[in-house]
Each structure stands twice: as structure tokens, then as C-alpha cells.
């Protein structure tokens, strides 16, 4: 009898997990209370792994706007949900997410952190059809509005960045030669055959380009081949810090007088005056104003106001990103059209001299996938600061 | 051992699931499997295909690894030659999506018994580092020929079998998990004939496995065949699961996950093999749900998520000091307690 019993217990316990656990596969857990009119913007975001440095102040930033955006009241009356993953920098991670965060919420925007996640989820955001996809990448692929409609880039793509340096070295010294060095990696290849084609029509010359594994650390028998070249500028591209101090170090060591460039990555205030003295005088390309810059930026000045410690550019992206978004949805709704990634998309397209607060220091249009503009800073060891080197440069 | 079994045979002796109770669990199982994408969130069915894809490719090195005591670092750089095969043949010729799976599994095994050669010559460690060669020529090739797309990789469409095009992962379901169900049952099926027997003989002592008839280059090869042609299948799977395909995609770290999946499941056991790959799979994900149910917001989210990888390698390293037969032990040990109860085990 006392068997019985026991063996019935434990049959309803075995059935009540059981309905549990049909019931937790298909409303996942954290079904968290969810205004239908709720505006959702999802996040892949690397909190930890390589790019943590990144994800952590993308995530800082797409929070602060969303915040600033609810504190106003919202996008015509609706508020903003934002709900990120952290992924570690994984395509396959960065994919559960996805799939994660959209089986639980209705969402209308989605921040992706990788090219590689861009171009694996891109048919299933064509499939999906309801959402607008920007993200940490910059590649030059993305920027193709017939392949990529529902997504779009923060900035301008890798070739656009080399334009703008190219571009700004044509004006400064005609004729020339530039020096490409770049990582093994589809980060880093992306840019250089289009831009040696580039810059040869603005009249410069690559006399050399070096490739070297992402994170190289002895790099004197590529430094003794940039010497040989003898380059009056060298651009570095698809690294974050290494090997770029070890090549300006060496390269001054043995007598070498280039000027050393990097792009976005590599742009970052803090990423920069880890290179210590002889990174003075580095320069590179930025879309945006750095978070001191006083500069006609009443956007930086709030955020001073909300995060007194500095930001890293990668915030920047964020906060740009998610202002971006949600200017899309507001023009959709004004438009009194449903969030779809066409309607949004669309509204996107109509962005025509928009003022971003002066995280960008002219006003933008994005007539396709990217916004082409940015500037040369250049490193102040002194001061500890980036100060512009140029104006800005619109492609 | 299960009280009650009586054997008349030697087949029934051999037999894989030998007892009704098996059966019944077995039939649940399979019912299991077949309602789950019917209850299941896209979420949850995404998991379900990647486990079921990590399932087959750490069978794959259980093979080699556990049942034939080779130690193997590239399973990841076979998964990509298979991954590589299945995306060319789609995207240039459009060849039916089972023969592209078979072509990526032989193309891997090829890859594999390559690999395999200097096996007869070292062991170990030694072993271990040629196989991690292996990776890094896998990513040069990827990485540099116009045929897989470069750097930049391969995308393709979606697979089509029957007419139905598999863009959903409730369509990817019916292609993956009864493939990685079949690749089990056939690794079930290898350690009960001549060859799987050998593997074991050449485990447990080569020299002696030698002396007993079995040629050890010819069965180390096959071996380090089976298993990579399990790797192909899986990465095969794979890109018609992701539908890019890059060097990036199969990392020397994604080898290390088979490996460790081996190792907390249970080496030498295909059990073992299954539920490290569910364990590597889901516990990462299950510390994101904990973390996303306490309170806090996002801000903790940043907090937590590198603790939660601490706390998934401190999982692992527990598993090996209080388990060091893995996951199919702690199964052994839980069915031989119903199996005994209510007596002492």
C-alpha cells in the first residue's frame, strides 16, 4: 500500500515536471510582461570574449538612448523595450539569441554583433520580414541594400573608412605612397583590393602591402620589408591594438618618417593611448566625435551628464544605433504605416541631413546601406586626447 | 544488471536493446522526439538541431578517441571540410541535398585517413599536435582558394528534400535530428562487429591488438575514417543549418568543445558522447536563462555574463573531480538504483 503510494507521488511529480517543461518549450522562460505596443529592439552583443570591450559599451549606449527616449515619453506613445544576449563573439551563440529573444518578444529592431552573424541571419530576417538589423560590423558586403534590405551600418564600410583616409591623404600630399597592413582575417581583408584601386585613381601608390596573422606579436621581418617601401603613410586595418605599436615602435627605431593610420577599431581614445609615446601623432578615421569633444554637441553633453566617466566610441555606435532605429520607427508610425523591415527600412533611406545631437559633426543621409562620413583624428599624447586632423569627409 | 533478463542465445546475448523495458523507454524516446517540434519554440528547436549536430560530431570523435584511444584536435577542421563540400557542391551545382551530406562525410574521411597516417608512428600528445596541424592547414585551404569564397566564405540556399525547402528550423529538424539518430545507432551498431572490437583491442593495448591478428595501420585509418566522415555529416548539417559557411566558422576552440564533450559525457561510451554534447550545448544557454531570471536588468546582464563562464568551467573541472567517468556513469549509477530499488545498490 505504502508502495502505492510512493509510486503514485512520484508519478504526479514526473507528470508535473513533464507539463512544466512542455510548458517552459514553448513560452521559454523570463515570459516577461510585454506591452503589445510595446517597440522591442533585440541585441547580439559581446559581453565577453574578444570583443567585450566593445560589447559592453555598445550595450551602455543602446540602454542610455532607449532610456533617454522613454523618459520623453516614448515613440508616439510607445515605449521602447530593449533586450539584449551577451554572445562572447560566436556566430552560433549570437544566432541562439536571435532566435531566443524573437520567440519571446515582438521585435522590430535587432543590433547584431559580427559580420559573420549579419550574413547568417540575413535570410531569415528576409523570412521574418518585421525587422531593421544594424550592428557592430562595417563590412564592406553589408553595404549592398539589394542583398542586405533589411539592414543597414553605423557608419561608413571598411572600403569607405580607407576612402576617407585616402582621400584626406591625397589633399595633404599628392602623389603619395601608402602602405596597407592588415590582419589574416575577413575583418581585415575586406577593404584593401578595392582601395588599392582607389587609391591609385586619386593618384597615390601602395607600394607594399603586408599581411599578418590578427594578433602578431614579432613583427621585424615585416617592419624591415614597410622600411624597404619607404611609405609617407601606412594604414593599419583589422586589428584592435596588436601588432600596431610593435610596427610603430620599430618602424621609428629605423629611422622610418610614415605617418601611421588606423581605422575605426583601432580609434578608440583608450585603444590608442595604450601605444604610449611613440603612438603620438597617430592618426585614423572616426565617424564620431569623441566623448570629450565640446565641439556643437549637445547629445555628447548629455551623455557627460549621465555617465560623468569617459565612453569608448564603440558607446558611441550603440547610442548612434539605437537613435537610428528609432528614428526609422518614429518616421514609420508618422507615416501611420505598420513596423515592418521594409516600412522601416524605407523610412531609414528617408533620413536626409539629420542632426544626431553632433555625435556626427555635419548632418547625415543615408541614401543606402551606410552613412559615408568621417574624419582623421589624430593622437595628442600630451593632452591624452584625439584631436581632428581634418574636417569631415563625405563620400 | 537488470534483475530477470534470461538469455537463450548468443543474438540475444549481442542484441543492442535487450530487454522490453528498454524498448518502452526507447519507443517513449522516439515519440518524445517526434512531438517535441510540435511543442517546441523556435528557440528551443534551434537548440534542438545544434545539439543534435554537436551530437553527431562528438560521436564521431568518440570513435577515435574513446573507443580507439587516438587523441584527435582537429574535429572541428573535418566538420569544416565537410561544411566546405556540402556548401560548393549547393552553391555551384545544386546537387541533391543527401548525396552533397555523403559527398561531405567521404570528403572529410578522405581528410581524416590523411591526417591519420602518421598514427602509426606516434601517440598521445604527439598525435595531438598533428591533428591540430591539420586545423591550421583546414583554414589556410579555406582561407585562400577563390573556390570557398575566401576569406568572406560561402553563402548558400536553403536545402531542398522532397520539395520542401528547409528555411525553418522545424523543416532543419526533420533532416538533422533523425540523421544524428541514425549515425548514433549506427556507432551503437560498430562496437557489436569485428571492426569495432578491434578499435577497442587497439584502446586497451596495441602491441597486444597486433599480436592478435588485427592490423593496426589499416583499422587506425579506419578509425580516424569513421570519425571524420561523422565530423563531414555533421558540418554538413551545419551549413545547411547556418547557410554560411567560413574559415572562421570551425576554430581550433569548437575541436576543444568536442573533446571536453567526450570527456564530461564519458569516453568509450556512445551514451557518453550524447549527453556531453548536450551538456556543452545547453548549460551555457540554461546559466543565461538563471541569469536572465534574476532580477536586475540588463545591467546585470553585463555583470553576470563573465561569471557565467566561470561558472561554466567550474562545472566542468566539478564533473571531472567527482565524476571522472562523465555524465554516463551518473546514468549507470541513476537506472542501477531503480533498477535495485527499493533495495541497497
Sequence with gaps: ??????????????????????????????????????????????????????????????????????????????????????????????????????????????????????????PELDRNGNILMAGASFATELNDPKKYPHQ??????????????????????????????????????????????????????????????????????????????APDYTIFHGY?????????????????TSKWMGTFWTMDSSTVMKMGPDGDGFMGVMPYRYYYDTDKAPMLEKIRAMRPEYQSTAYTQGFLAAMLFLEAAKR?????????????????????????????????????????????????????????ASDWIKL | MRIGTFKESYAADAALFDSRTQHVWLGIAAALLV??????????????????????????????????????????????????TVAILQARWGTPLLLNLLAGGFVAMLGGMVVGIPSLRVKGLYLAIVTIAASFIAHFLFANFSITGGTAGLSMQPGQIFGAVLDTSFRLYWLIVPTAVLMLLGAANLFRTRIGRAFIAIRDR???????????????????????????VAGGLWAYFFRVVTPESFPLSLSIFFLAAIIVGGMGSILGGVLGAVFMTLVPEMLKLIVDLLPGGTDLTVFLSPVRLVIFGALIIGFLVFEPLGLAEMWRRTRRFFHLWPFRN
Excluded at chain 1, 562620413?373 to 600630451?382: E, L
Excluded at chain 2, 596495441?206 to 563531414?232: C, M, R
Aim: charged share 15%; proline share 4%.
Design chain 1, 1 to 122: 500500500m505504502a508502495q502505492q503510494r510512493i509510486s503514485t507521488r512520484r508519478r504526479s511529480i514526473m507528470l508535473a515536471a513533464a507539463a512544466t517543461g512542455a510548458a517552459a518549450l514553448t513560452q521559454p522562460l523570463s515570459v516577461l510582461a510585454q506591452g503589445a505596443e510595446d517597440i522591442v529592439i533585440g541585441g547580439s552583443i559581446p559581453m565577453t570574449g574578444v570583443f567585450a570591450f566593445a560589447g559592453v559599451g555598445i550595450n551602455a549606449g543602446i540602454q542610455d538612448y532607449v532610456k533617454i527616449v522613454n523618459d520623453a515619453g516614448g515613440i508616439k506613445g510607445r515605449k521602447v523595450k530593449y533586450v539584449p544576449e551577451d554572445t562572447g563573439y560566436k556566430v552560433d551563440v549570437s544566432v541562439a539569441a536571435f532566435k531566443k529573444i524573437t520567440s519571446q518578444n515582438k521585435v522590430n529592431l535587432y543590433y547584431g554583433d559580427s559580420t559573420g552573424f549579419a550574413k547568417t541571419i540575413n
Design chain 2, 35 to 84: 512531438a517535441f517540434p510540435f511543442i517546441a519554440s523556435d528557440y528551443w528547436l534551434y537548440l534542438a538541431c545544434l545539439i543534435a549536430i554537436n551530437v553527431a560530431s562528438s560521436t564521431g570523435l568518440n570513435i577515435l578517441t574513446g573507443y580507439t584511444g587516438l587523441v584527435s584536435l582537429g574535429q572541428a577542421a573535418f566538420m569544416g571540410l565537410g561544411a566546405y
Design chain 1, 152 to 229: 543597414f551600418l553605423v557608419g561608413p564600410d571598411y572600403t569607405e573608412m580607407f576612402g576617407i583616409l585616402l582621400k584626406h591623404i591625397a589633399r595633404e600630399k599628392p602623389g603619395a605612397k601608402v602602405a596597407f597592413v592588415y590582419s589574416d582575417s575577413e575583418f581585415g581583408r575586406d577593404p584593401i583590393d578595392s582601395s588599392e584601386a582607389l587609391a591609385k585613381k586619386l593618384g597615390l601608390s601602395v607600394p607594399v602591402k603586408i599581411m599578418t596573422p590578427a594578433g602578431s606579436v614579432d613583427v621585424s621581418t615585416e617592419v624591415i620589408k614597410l622600411r624597404r617601401a
Design chain 2, 206 to 232: 596495441d602491441i597486444s591488438a597486433e599480436v592478435l591478428g588485427i592490423p593496426l595501420l589499416q583499422y587506425k585509418l579506419l578509425s580516424f575514417g569513421l570519425s571524420s566522415f561523422y565530423a563531414g
Design chain 1, 240 to 256: 584592435i591594438l596588436a601588432p600596431i605599436p610593435e610596427f610603430i615602435t620599430q618602424g621609428k627605431q629605423q629611422g622610418m
Design chain 1, 332 to 388: 514609420t508610425l508618422e507615416a501611420n504605416k505598420p513596423l515592418t523591415g521594409d516600412n522601416m527600412k524605407a523610412a531609414l533611406n528617408s533620413i536626409k541631413d539629420f542632426d544626431t545631437g553632433g555625435l556626427i559633426g555635419v548632418p547625415i543621409t543615408i541614401s543606402g546601406n551606410s552613412i559615408p562620413v568621417g574624419r582623421v583624428y589624430r593622437a595628442d599624447m600630451k593632452a591624452q586626447k584625439m584631436v581632428a
